[in-house]
């Protein structure tokens, strides 16, 4: 079944879709749960078609929804074009919505308080004194002098977790900006020219999503011959462009069919300026959506290759790197201080990014908007 | 379907080669070769030139590849200069446990997952339903390391109900009863931890469907017909909510046996995953390259799989 195949599947699905569950919106409007048809919010459709969330077409749901709306401007006869009411903008649509979805702005709250926290901190803690081996302070339990207590090399936890939180938080950062920024290229590219490129560009993706993912960056990491922040993050952000790359491919191609493109390319506007300053920003709500939720699973990646010892080195504390501590057994069973204020802290950042990222994803869906 | 089936594993051919060649380059960029653990000081250095010359690690690039891509149709993977005997060796010792694992973790995640997602579709907005839906939330947002760490900790240390690392109870044999109660024992903990947080996708996806398929109009012919509630839910709907699922079920068991790296490092599960990360410590990159090729083989299965059995359970895209 070639890519078209499953497109065209996908998309007929998709208006089905849409259609019933404009009936069961309309039937129970602002039900309680609002993630009722959040049905791929896990971003595992194998297709990375997520056309049910086109953030594009807001502007003109919201004009629906604008309660000043001068009367009569609904029908055609005697439209007043010149006072119809300015749309809402997309960006505006999406702070509305944070600010209404009670769960999602509380996690925002979070969230920023610990990132300001922890940057605000490091800028005055010791990161050498903090790693600094202390012989004489190994193992200790949560005291008075380390509010966590301290690991094998005597060295204070709690500003471990500090620096490991800031550390995780920044490559998080990074590879989100590093795969999403290549991934929208990627993808605008592929959608906006269709056809043979498309295609070409398509097999690509293809080839790099059977890659065994974690196998492969545990090996580059490896062999890579210097080795620091800005290599890791390359070579993290090299096989985890795809996903987004498919889903703007996927809009892109839509938006394309569309005539203000078509008018712009009569016109004569080159390819370049209509794929990023016409195209793009019709597209930005999705990308902010597509990169929240990478951000939570990029900080959970990094975690992960950390603690498999393939992450950062050990002078530069990783989240990930804490919780490796717990691979020996000692530790894991007597010394949870160790390892466990660090698990919980990958639990919170990752919830409160979710979070963040899904009410922004239902706020692209004009039927799940709450404000 | 048989000429759908036919299409779709042309696809996969250009994916293996390229898999292949990207795999071999990656071998030639790694340090050492199948000779680096024969040098010491006794042996001449023009003997393992000759040598080299012999093996051909001296000839061009795609002359080396190709006869590599031969010795492998041939069964021969090389030798892992860590533990002196052929690659297939050492990676056959191990791979029944990952398939034990991953099979295990997966009927876990649809005998629980699959009346998850029924019921919190079914009654949707009640209390279960919410509980339910904060579990995938919860779910989604947890890494599998950090929840098997602390399953580990809690039911391995702190009950001590289960046992904490390897795949066997020591000095039994092999065969015996004891011996498969200790390796399901040994299973319990490891699975679980893969498929409770592994579950969280089928649950919202299985929930999405139902509360979608509840409206539609085959439903409400059958529910005008007077079918029973409980059939109408296990029967027509369960039918067509189960597509997205078991067209994942390929993607599901591969990413299974390559996710496990994780768990088998959390719980010291002798399998590949395991067997990879050692290979990489020791730097024994001809263990871990074949590794790679198998686990990249089977994405491309897993792919090829899901395609078709999606192709079966619904006739709409076989007409396409």
Same mark, same amino acid.
């Given at each position: 079944?070639?890519?078209?195949?499953?497109?065209?599947?996908?998309?007929?699905?998709?208006e089905?879709?849409?259609?019933s569950?404009?009936?069961?919106?309309s039937q129970n409007?602002?039900?309680?749960?609002?993630?009722?048809t959040s049905?791929?919010?896990?971003?595992r459709?194998p297709y990375?078609?997520?056309?049910?969330?086109?953030?594009?077409?807001?502007s003109?749901m919201s004009?629906h929804m604008?309660?000043?709306?001068?009367?009569g401007?609904?029908?055609?006869?005697?439209l007043?074009y010149?006072n119809?009411?300015?749309?809402?903008?997309?960006w505006?649509?999406?702070?509305?919505?944070? @600010?209404?979805?009670k769960?999602?702005l509380?996690?925002?709250?979070?969230?920023?308080?610990?990132?300001?926290?922890?940057?605000?901190?490091?800028?005055?803690?010791?990161?050498?004194?903090i790693?600094?081996v202390?012989l004489f302070?190994?193992?200790?339990p949560p005291?008075?002098?380390?509010?966590?207590?301290?690991d094998?090399g005597?060295?204070?936890?709690?500003g471990q977790?500090i620096?490991?939180?800031?550390?995780?938080?920044a490559i998080?950062f990074?590879?989100?900006?590093m795969s999403?920024?290549?991934?929208i290229?990627?993808?605008l590219?592929?959608?906006y020219?269709?056809?043979?490129i498309?295609?070409a560009?398509?097999?690509?993706v293809?080839?790099?999503?059977v890659?065994?993912?974690?196998m492969?960056?545990?090996?580059?990491?490896?062999?890579v011959?210097?080795y620091d922040?800005?290599?890791?993050s390359?070579?993290m952000?090299a096989f985890?462009w795809?996903g987004?790359?498919r889903?703007i491919r996927?809009?892109?191609?839509?938006?394309?069919?569309?005539d203000y493109?078509n008018?712009?390319k009569?016109?004569?506007?080159?390819?370049?300026?209509?794929?990023f300053s016409?195209?793009?920003?019709?597209l930005?709500g @999705?990308i902010?959506?597509n990169?929240?939720?990478?951000?939570?699973?990029?900080i959970?990646?990094e975690?992960g290759?950390s603690f498999?010892?393939?992450g950062?080195?050990?002078?530069?504390?990783s989240?990930?790197t804490?919780?490796s501590?717990a691979t020996q057994t000692?530790?894991l069973?007597n010394?949870?201080w160790?390892?466990?204020p660090?698990?919980?802290?990958?639990?919170?950042l990752m919830?409160?990014v979710?979070?963040?990222?899904?009410?922004?994803r239902?706020a692209?869906?004009?039927?799940?908007r709450q404000? | 379907m048989?000429?759908?089936?036919i299409?779709?594993l042309?696809?996969?051919?250009?994916q293996l080669?390229?898999l292949?060649?990207?795999?071999?380059?990656?071998?030639s960029?790694?340090?050492?070769?199948?000779?680096?653990?024969?040098?010491?000081?006794s042996i001449?250095?023009e003997?393992?030139?000759?040598?080299r010359e012999?093996?051909g690690?001296?000839?061009p690039?795609y002359?080396?590849?190709?006869d590599?891509?031969?010795a492998?149709?041939?069964?021969?993977?090389g030798q892992?200069?860590?533990?002196?005997?052929?690659?297939?060796?050492?990676i056959g010792?191990?791979?029944?446990?990952t398939?034990?694992?991953?099979?295990?973790?997966?009927?876990?995640?649809?005998?629980?997952?699959i009346?998850?997602g029924l019921?919190?579709?079914?009654?949707k907005?009640?209390?279960l339903?919410?509980v339910?839906?904060g579990?995938?939330?919860?779910g989604?947002a947890?890494p599998?390391?950090?929840?098997?760490l602390v399953v580990?900790?809690?039911?391995?240390?702190?009950?001590?109900?289960?046992?904490t690392n390897g795949?066997?109870g020591?000095?039994?044999e092999?065969g015996?009863?004891d011996?498969?109660?200790?390796?399901?024992?040994?299973?319990i903990?490891?699975?679980f931890?893969?498929?409770?947080?592994?579950?969280?996708?089928?649950?919202?996806?299985l929930?999405s469907g139902v509360?979608?398929a509840q409206?539609?109009?085959?439903?409400?012919?059958?529910?005008a017909?007077?079918v029973k509630?409980v059939s109408l839910?296990?029967?027509?709907i369960?039918?067509?909510?189960?597509?997205?699922?078991?067209?994942?079920?390929g993607?599901?068991?591969?990413?299974l046996l390559?996710?496990?790296?994780f768990?088998?490092?959390?719980?010291a599960?002798p399998?590949?995953?395991?067997?990879?990360l050692?290979?990489i410590?020791?730097r024994d990159?001809?263990?871990?390259?074949?590794?790679?090729l198998f686990?990249?083989f089977?994405?491309?299965?897993g792919a090829l799989?899901?395609?078709?059995?999606?192709?079966?359970v619904?006739?709409?895209?076989r007409?396409?």
């Amino acid at each position: 079944m070639s890519q078209k195949d499953k497109d065209i599947n996908n998309e007929t699905n998709e208006e089905t879709t849409d259609a019933s569950r404009e009936e069961i919106e309309s039937q129970n409007r602002r039900a309680s749960d609002e993630q009722s048809t959040s049905r791929d919010s896990d971003g595992r459709d194998p297709y990375g078609n997520r056309g049910d969330e086109r953030l594009h077409g807001s502007s003109e749901m919201s004009t629906h929804m604008n309660s000043d709306m001068p009367p009569g401007a609904g029908d055609h006869g005697g439209l007043d074009y010149k006072n119809l009411p300015k749309s809402t903008p997309g960006w505006k649509v999406l702070v509305q919505e944070l @600010i209404a979805d009670k769960l999602a702005l509380f996690s925002l709250i979070i969230f920023a308080s610990i990132t300001a926290y922890v940057f605000g901190l490091t800028m005055f803690l010791d990161q050498a004194e903090i790693v600094f081996v202390d012989l004489f302070a190994i193992h200790e339990p949560p005291n008075e002098e380390f509010r966590l207590g301290t690991d094998y090399g005597g060295r204070d936890i709690f500003g471990q977790l500090i620096i490991g939180t800031r550390n995780s938080l920044a490559i998080g950062f990074l590879v989100t900006l590093m795969s999403v920024g290549f991934g929208i290229v990627y993808g605008l590219i592929s959608g906006y020219f269709g056809g043979q490129i498309d295609n070409a560009l398509m097999r690509v993706v293809d080839f790099f999503l059977v890659l065994p993912f974690l196998m492969i960056v545990i090996v580059f990491v490896t062999i890579v011959p210097s080795y620091d922040i800005w290599t890791f993050s390359a070579i993290m952000a090299a096989f985890l462009w795809m996903g987004t790359a498919r889903l703007i491919r996927s809009l892109a191609l839509q938006e394309t069919e569309l005539d203000y493109i078509n008018a712009s390319k009569t016109l004569g506007t080159s390819n370049l300026k209509v794929i990023f300053s016409q195209l793009m920003p019709n597209l930005v709500g @999705i990308i902010i959506v597509n990169g929240t939720l990478s951000l939570a699973a990029n900080i959970g990646i990094e975690s992960g290759l950390s603690f498999l010892g393939f992450g950062f080195p050990e002078d530069y504390p990783s989240l990930g790197t804490l919780l490796s501590y717990a691979t020996q057994t000692q530790t894991l069973q007597n010394r949870w201080w160790v390892w466990l204020p660090a698990a919980l802290m990958i639990l919170v950042l990752m919830l409160c990014v979710r979070n963040i990222g899904e009410a922004l994803r239902r706020a692209g869906d004009a039927r799940q908007r709450q404000a | 379907m048989i000429k759908f089936t036919i299409r779709r594993l042309l696809i996969t051919f250009p994916q293996l080669v390229l898999l292949s060649v990207l795999v071999f380059f990656m071998g030639s960029l790694m340090p050492g070769d199948a000779l680096s653990g024969l040098i010491d000081p006794s042996i001449p250095a023009e003997a393992i030139e000759a040598r080299r010359e012999a093996l051909g690690l001296n000839n061009p690039w795609y002359i080396q590849y190709r006869d590599w891509v031969v010795a492998m149709f041939q069964g021969d993977f090389g030798q892992s200069i860590f533990h002196q005997r052929p690659v297939m060796d050492v990676i056959g010792s191990r791979l029944m446990n990952t398939i034990w694992l991953s099979v295990f973790s997966v009927i876990i995640i649809y005998v629980i997952g699959i009346p998850l997602g029924l019921i919190s579709g079914r009654y949707k907005d009640s209390l279960l339903d919410s509980v339910i839906t904060g579990y995938t939330y919860l779910g989604f947002a947890t890494p599998t390391f950090v929840f098997g760490l602390v399953v580990l900790w809690i039911f391995g240390y702190h009950f001590g109900v289960f046992p904490t690392n390897g795949s066997v109870g020591a000095g039994l044999e092999p065969g015996s009863v004891d011996y498969i109660l200790s390796k399901i024992n040994h299973l319990i903990l490891p699975s679980f931890s893969i498929a409770l947080i592994g579950l969280v996708g089928t649950v919202q996806y299985l929930r999405s469907g139902v509360i979608e398929a509840q409206q539609k109009d085959y439903v409400m012919l059958a529910r005008a017909k007077g079918v029973k509630q409980v059939s109408l839910y296990l029967k027509h709907i369960f039918r067509n909510a189960i597509i997205p699922i078991a067209a994942f079920f390929g993607y599901e068991l591969v990413g299974l046996l390559g996710g496990s790296i994780f768990i088998e490092w959390v719980y010291a599960y002798p399998g590949m995953g395991a067997l990879f990360l050692e290979s990489i410590e020791t730097r024994d990159f001809s263990v871990a390259n074949v590794l790679i090729l198998f686990y990249g083989f089977l994405t491309i299965v897993g792919a090829l799989l899901s395609d078709i059995i999606l192709s079966i359970v619904d006739p709409r895209i076989r007409i396409k």
